[in-house]
């Protein structure tokens, strides 16, 4: 969807990569179990330093946050601002030397971290309700709800525009995500009070049969939370497509068309990665 608010000279190029940025959008969640350090990337515990506006008092540069609080402490409980920052940075230079694989995976590790930092339950250290008896809610807010009434969003959005201060601007993200969680977990408390016994149903998944979220308690949570999931998701699109073209505009408006000879062939790799996907990976909506 990100791609529909790029200007002409950038939208070729992502339109004709889209398959290749959409299937490369997973590796970060693949790399958590791979690569040390890349799990703090996908979220901040803003609630472990303080409970009520965090965004507001918490150090937005990294420098001044590692003095305040130890790199360590930062990477325990989440850098997905700074992380995006650096993404950003590494997007820019990619971008500047015409480099057509970097360009394409990394536009799509952005586009990922953008997204976690736009999950109201990536903002805190009750990611997955399991403080509140809650186990589960994280899957159901990102995946289940998008899953049954994502096709009834509105997704028009407008052209991506240059953005002065990226950082403040994935910062005031974190701070409406983080907003939103208080909301997010009460109104799953008290429909579960209200529906008990019909919470959960089962449902077909290929060979298997799961326990699911039911539709009608979905419904009821998705129609309690207004268009919540809705505006974030679009706000993660647009963000994305301004942050693609910001590094763009920083590394001079390269040309993005590239000839035959300086493309390369990704889908032997995307085909090792679907291989490799595993089903802790594909339940990846138990953790941050």
Known sequence: MA???????MFGFYK????????FAVRPDQRRYAVEGEA???YIDLDHWETKAPVDTMP???DSAVAKYSEEKLLEYGIVPWHIQTVTGWLTYAMKKRDYEKIIKLSADLGHYIADAHVP?????????QLT????????????????????YDFFIGKAV????????IWQAVGESFAAKDTVLALENALTQQMPTTKYSFERRGASTVKVYSREFSQAYHTAMGTMVERRMKKAIYTTGCFWYTAWVDAGQPDLNFINAQRKDLQPEIDSLRSLMSSEIKG????H
Do not use: C, V
């Open 284 to 287: 990846r909506m138990e953790t």
């Open 40 to 42: 703090p990337r996908h």
């Open 162 to 169: 240059y953005l002065d201060d990226p950082l403040e601007t």
């Open 16 to 23: 004709a990569n889209i398959g290749y940025i959409k299937d």
């Open 133 to 152: 008896n809650q186990k589960g809610i994280h899957g159901l807010w990102e995946s289940r709800l998008p899953e049954l009434f994502a096709s009834d």
């Open 121 to 129: 339950l990536h903002t805190t250290e009750n990611y997955n309700g």
């Open 3 to 9: 791609i529909f608010t790029l200007p002409p000279e």
């Open 60 to 62: 937005h540069q990294w």
